[in-house]
T-cell receptor, first 110, second 117 residues
Framework: AQSVTQPDIHITVSEGASLELRCNYS??????LFWYVQSPGQGLQLLLK??????LVQGIKGFEAEFKRSQSSFNLRKPSVHWSDAAEYFC????????FGAGTTVTVRA | GAVVSQHPSRVICKSGTSVKIECRSL??????MFWYRQFPKQSLMLMAT?????????EQGVEKDKFLINHASLTLSTLTVTSAHPEDSSFYIC?????????????FGPGTRLTVL
């Protein structure tokens, strides 16, 4: 069975500071991993994905994530957060039907 | 890019009535569509996988007679919530897979908020 754990329910970060969101997964084979962002009233937007190859994945909006098989992790990072990054972030695993983590709410303070 | 639409975006209905939600892939053919449910402040839960021209596959615990899914064409899947009750109130999100782009990637619709009074 596949599952995803996002340990942090809520993170508050200052604008301009770095951000890291944690994601741990359980999957029986080579995982297909995704990070999505959901803003209030908006649909899910794909930030980045990992299927194979280079374990450091670059995404949109300046986000990146690193796949670490030994730790079953796929953490999302951004070096400098903007106020517009305030949103709900979901890590997901699987293919084709996805299992989502519980989500992490990111608040950005001025 | 691949665009998925949902209609309606928001619906309010009385308890006991049925509600139909449409999911369309606008610029690609989707052989597979997925339906998810999201409770307030919670994650998305996969309800069912819908394949064009065949019966949907439901996840464990999802009542197939309650949530009727039809995928009659390569661009349209519908979810009908039958005899809706207040506990069915939720945010329903569909996604579609474009085999021409990627087997493993899916594109999400904006969601439909259902409120059952």
């Amino acid at each position: 069975a596949q599952s995803v754990t996002q340990p942090d329910i809520h993170i508050t970060v200052s604008e301009g500071a770095s951000l890291e969101l944690r994601c741990n997964y359980s999957y029986g084979a080579t995982p297909y991993l995704f990070w999505y962002v959901q803003s209030p009233g908006q649909g899910l937007q794909l930030l980045l994905k990992y299927f194979s190859g280079d374990t450091l994945v670059q995404g949109i909006k300046g986000f990146e994530a690193e796949f670490k098989r030994s730790q079953s992790s796929f953490n999302l990072r951004k070096p400098s957060v903007h106020w517009s990054d305030a949103a709900e972030y979901f890590c997901a695993v699987g293919a084709p039907g996805l299992s989502f983590g519980a989500g992490t709410t990111v608040t950005v303070r001025a | 890019g691949a665009v998925v639409s949902q209609h309606p975006s928001r619906v309010i209905c009385k308890s006991g009535t049925s509600v139909k939600i449409e999911c369309r892939s606008l610029d690609f053919q989707a052989t597979t569509m997925f339906w998810y449910r999201q409770f307030p402040k919670q994650s998305l839960m996969l309800m069912a996988t819908s394949n064009e021209g065949s019966k949907a596959t439901y996840e464990q615990g999802v009542e197939k007679d309650k949530f009727l899914i039809n995928h009659a064409s390569l661009t349209l899947s519908t979810l009908t919530v039958t005899s809706a009750h207040p506990e069915d109130s939720s945010f329903y999100i569909c996604s579609a897979r474009d085999l021409g782009v990627s087997y493993n990637e899916q594109f999400f619709g904006p969601g439909t908020r259902l409120t059952v009074l």
